[in-house]
Nanobody
Framework: GQFVESGGGVVQPGGSLRLSCAAS????????MAWYRQAPGKQRELVAT???????VYAGSVNGRFAISTEKANKMVYLQMDSLKPEDTAVYYC????????????WGQGTQVTVSS
């Protein structure tokens, strides 16, 4: 499947953004989904996951500040980001979540989030 991410931008520390991800196929009912991010010079890291039955897990660095959700009927994945920090600056991607039986799909272009005063 393919993903198209949107919603990124430049925001001041403490601000909020809501990222959206449109999936080209209805894989949200098959696989757990996730948001990842990659900062300049760093490896891509897992930020948040949501299972097909809506259980969520977050990286420690974003727990309590970010919220992942899905709309299966519309093939959408969202990431609500609050209390943003400069260290959240990265390109954000959605894809299937890692795990047994999971198949990582082709990566989309991502959406840039920049947190700066």
């Amino acid at each position: 499947g393919q993903f198209v991410e949107s919603g990124g931008g430049v925001v001041q520390p403490g601000g909020s953004l809501r990222l959206s991800c449109a999936a080209s196929e209805n894989i949200l009912s098959i696989y757990a989904m996730a948001w990842y991010r990659q900062a300049p010079g760093k490896q891509r890291e897992l930020v948040a996951t949501i299972t097909t039955d809506y259980r969520t897990v977050y990286a420690g660095s974003v727990n309590g500040r970010f919220a992942i959700s899905t709309e299966k009927a519309n093939k959408m994945v969202y990431l609500q980001m609050d209390s943003l920090k400069p260290e959240d600056t990265a390109v954000y991607y959605c894809n299937t979540a890692p795990g047994p039986g999971a198949i990582i799909q082709d990566w989309g272009q991502g959406t840039q989030v920049t947190v700066s005063s």
